[in-house]
């Protein structure tokens, strides 16, 4: 293995790691954001995750602006793309997330801490996203893809504001300026957002891990003779990538989603260790666990239509500035509303 790859493997895992801890002590997560502003009128963690898309745009295109990175080299800024399964996936997803209480990266963070819910979580939606990416489920969804997807001239929010006349480096700083000024002025316009650290905290190094992947795999990955995908965190198929690894170990390769995956899985154990909050929680009911597992399929169904997961598209897609990101995010959006709200709620289960 070059050095390169094992150096993109190691961040992966002190990415992880930092996530993992960050994660279980601050509940980062767009679902429980989400249900504690819908439902509880508790607007510090929606503010986090704004926060954290913030700084996560913020610091990832001051990368690419400086040449440091190549963002067009990642998923999310192809030519072509498919506006109708981007939106569909969202769509599976954010609802799945809801009927599992969390999406993939939650069910990772508090399956560390014992919670063995996440097990099932874990599990079925791994299996379903493989399934998406390359089994039974996928000549269908490439055959949507193909049947929908559409080429466009302007794959991003600056590509569009070039269009105008603006150059490369003036519509970048625009474009990210206006989506950072907007979500910091949103989140810190909460008083009682600025009166929690720890969520001010989480946000801002939820979003500087983004770039910081951004960093590894797309600069210090860079090999001419051995180049490591320009990705950073995300979880749906990297999740789907472990489980088949830890599987067949033989014959496959790890990389930065793989290591990722196992970094946030011990980060959260070892603090959930070291800080006493490590204690086994399981299914109140069949019912419940069914529930559960149908949210993963739709989650790793979802995620994979979706080409990213809340963290996946919701951070490091919209990172990118792709359009294609935003359609997914409004999905998900959209999907996690209906399931918290409206004649599509899920009712609330009690857990042990």
């Known amino acids: 293995m ?21 994660g279980l002590l601050s509940g980062f997560c767009l679902m429980s954001s989400m249900r504690g502003w819908l439902a509880k009128g508790d607007g510090r963690l929606v503010r986090s995750y704004a926060l954290a898309i913030a ?9 690419a602006g400086n040449g440091m990175v190549d963002l067009g080299k990642s998923i999310y800024l192809q030519p072509s793309f498919s506006v109708p399964v981007l939106f569909l996936g969202g769509l599976l997803f954010g609802y799945g997330m809801v009927l599992s209480n969390g999406c993939g990266s ?14 099932v979580v874990v599990i079925v939606l791994a299996i379903a ?9 996928a000549p269908a969804r490439i055959a949507l893809v193909q049947a929908s997807q559409t080429t466009v001239s302007a794959n991003s929010l600056p590509s569009m ?27 810190f316009a909460h008083p009682a957002f600025r009166r929690s650290p720890g969520q001010i905290a989480a946000g801002a190094i939820v979003g500087l891990l983004v770039a910081g992947g951004w960093y590894v795999t797309g600069y210090l990955g ?10 950073s965190l995300t979880f749906v198929a990297p999740i789907a990538d472990a489980l088949q690894y830890a599987m067949l170990s033989t014959g496959l390769t790890l990389n930065f989603g793989i290591a990722t995956v196992a970094g946030v899985l011990t980060g959260s154990l070892a603090t959930a260790l070291a800080t006493g909050r490590f ?11 069914l529930r559960s597992g149908a949210g993963a399929a739709l989650m790793g169904i979802g995620g994979v239509m979706a080409f990213g997961c809340s963290i996946g598209q919701g951070l490091t897609g919209v990172s990118t ?10 999905g998900i959006l959209l999907g996690a509303t209906a399931g918290l709200r409206g004649s599509l709620r899920v009712q609330p289960l009690a857990v042990a």
């Open 55 to 63: 700084v996560a745009v913020a610091a990832s295109q001051f990368l």
């Open 321 to 330: 500035l792709a359009l294609g990101s935003f359609v997914a995010v409004a």
């Open 161 to 187: 504001l070039a269009t105008f006349g603006l150059t490369e480096a003036l519509s970048r700083m625009v474009a990210a300026a206006v989506i950072v000024v907007a979500l910091t002025l949103f989140a």
């Open 106 to 119: 939650r069910a990772l963070v508090l399956l560390g801490r014992g919670n063995l819910r996440s097990f």
């Open 279 to 289: 204690h086994f929680e399981g299914y109140s009911s069949p019912r419940h666990m």
């Open 2 to 22: 070059e050095s390169s790859t094992q150096l993109v493997i190691l961040a992966g895992l002190v990415i992880g790691l930092i996530y993992g801890s960050v």
């Open 222 to 231: 860079a090999d001419d003779f051995n180049p490591v995908p320009v990705t």
């Open 129 to 137: 996203a493989q399934m998406t990416l390359k089994g039974l489920i």
